[in-house]
């Protein structure tokens, strides 16, 4: 037999078959720790997660509380005192959105989110959604890792090193960052932690120059085909040296391995980023703009927001018909003025309006589109964000932080649509307070839906079995089929 590390040694030359002799017999398109055994039966192959930075407001987007405008500006009163995260509580503060019924059951979502009123009966929404603090940095991680402190891997990475990869030519694990930059903790949302350095997340900057940062050597008149091989194999012969000193350090094999997807990713990346064979109609969908990513974005505005959420959306349904299995999404960047994220303490209106219609257009053709190609079935897609916003005010016109009560939703993958857990009539704690949804409940079911127990996803670290979901979480039943 003609065996895969043959095929890769014969037919990547140059830097790939270079890197090759160092490279290891589970190079790309590896099998997980469960590809062979899964705990059962999936419905989903692949998650895309769509992560909103900076705290989206679920009182104006998904949760529709009507007591906020029947008492719009009358003080908030809950019936406790409440310690907030950047202020005092101010006044109640209507949605500056009307809300309007969508699909066969009238689920009430806002004019900024209007575009998902089309597949509204695809998603089910939980809206007792609970987090543990009000701090960015560590809501962030809460929902990108499971923990609310650094040195925890991503869900992505736990997802690739249990599943692996679908293809030998793209990474298992892509995150497609905000272009303006990266969110609160930057790369610890995608990093693997204690696990092998290899599941790490890929960072492709859609729009950019470089989206792939190091992909292709520099324009250079001494760099030639000759010399960079040369290069590669003095490269080869230091690696070789190296590894062989450190005997069970993965770091190195993790880099070799990067350098070695690299090459095929050199036609497999272009490819998937390259949208000139998508149809208009598929274009207008998406909400992509006639300047492309070259769009007018001085000040916040929809049609900017519109192009670079959608073209993020677009090109990860690309990838995943190319075979891969995470994809991280996001909207925003870390603080910064202006605001180029979800915290609107000063101005809801100035700062979510556009950030959602673009994120609803993109993420309503994203169900669409897969749905359409017979792919939602299998696709798992999760929304969320680090935490909702106060149903009172902040100054008059701002909304603080709000870790008490927010959102989530998930569409395909085996999920039905639907309403499942309630906020109380405020917006501002779970209605039902003793049985709240965590984090962990969101990836013990995104884990059960990919074939996962997520009690036996595990890893030793410090003498400890770590698992995504700590030592909770429960699978929402009710939602799953």
């Given at each position: 037999m003609f065996g895969r590390r043959q095929f890769l040694k014969s037919t990547f030359g140059g830097s790939a078959g270079i890197f090759a002799g160092l490279a290891f017999d589970d190079l790309v398109a590896r099998d997980g720790q469960l590809t062979q055994t899964l705990h059962h039966p999936p419905k989903a192959k692949r998650v895309v997660q769509l992560f909103m930075a900076g705290a989206a407001s679920h009182i104006d987007l998904f949760d529709h509380k009507p007591i906020l405008e029947r008492h719009h500006g009358q003080p908030w009163d809950p019936g406790e005192t409440v310690e907030l995260f950047q202020s005092t509580p101010g006044a109640c503060l209507a949605s500056p959105w009307k809300f309007r019924p969508y699909g066969e059951h009238g689920k009430p979502?806002?004019?900024?989110?209007?575009?998902?009123?089309?597949?509204?009966?695809?998603?089910?929404?939980?809206?007792?959604?609970?987090g543990k603090t009000g701090v960015h940095s560590q809501g962030t991680l809460l929902q990108t890792t499971g923990f609310s402190f650094t040195g925890f891997p991503s869900a992505g990475s736990w997802v690739s090193y249990a599943l692996g990869s679908e293809t030998e030519n793209l990474p298992s694990f892509i995150v497609l960052p905000d272009h303006r930059g990266l969110a609160s903790n930057g790369a610890k949302n995608w990093a693997p932690a204690f696990l092998p350095a290899e599941y790490q997340g890929t960072q492709i900057r859609v729009g950019s120059d470089e989206p792939i940062a190091n992909l292709t050597a520099p324009e250079s008149t001494f760099i030639t085909s000759v010399s960079e091989r040369d290069?590669?194999?003095?490269?080869?012969?230091?690696?070789?040296?190296f590894a062989e000193q450190r005997p069970g350090d993965d770091r190195l094999k993790a880099r070799v391995q990067s350098y070695e997807l690299a090459a095929k990713m050199q036609l497999s990346a272009s490819d998937a980023l390259n949208l000139a064979d998508e149809p208009q109609y598929i274009r207008d969908m998406y909400g992509l703009s006639s300047e492309g990513p070259g769009v007018d974005d001085r000040t916040i505005n929809t049609k900017a927001e519109t192009e670079f959420f959608g073209r993020k959306c677009l090109i990860a349904r690309r990838l995943l018909e190319r075979g891969v299995r995470f994809i991280q999404i996001w909207s925003g960047n870390d603080n910064g003025f202006p605001r180029r994220n979800w915290d609107s303490h000063e101005n809801i209106k100035r700062d979510h309006e556009p950030l959602a219609m673009g994120m609803a257009t993109g993420a309503a053709a994203l169900i669409r589109d897969l749905k359409q190609r017979d792919m939602l079935k299998d696709t798992l897609i999760l929304w969320t964000t680090e935490f909702g916003r106060m149903p009172c005010s902040q100054g008059s016109e701002g909304r603080d932080h709000n870790p008490f009560v927010f959102t989530n939703w998930l569409c395909g993958g085996g999920i039905k649509g639907g309403t499942y857990g309630e906020s109380d009539q405020w917006g501002f704690r779970p209605l039902d307070q003793s049985n709240p949804t965590q984090v962990y409940d969101i990836y013990a079911t995104m884990l059960h839906q990919l074939g996962i127990d997520h009690t036996k996803l595990t890893v030793k670290n410090n003498g400890i079995d770590r698992r995504l979901t700590d030592v909770h979480g429960h699978v929402l039943r009710d939602m799953v089929s």
């Open positions: 979502i806002s004019d900024i989110v209007a575009p998902l009123g089309e597949v509204v009966d695809d998603i089910a929404f939980v809206h007792n959604m609970v290069g590669l194999r003095a490269l080869h012969r230091l690696n070789s040296d």
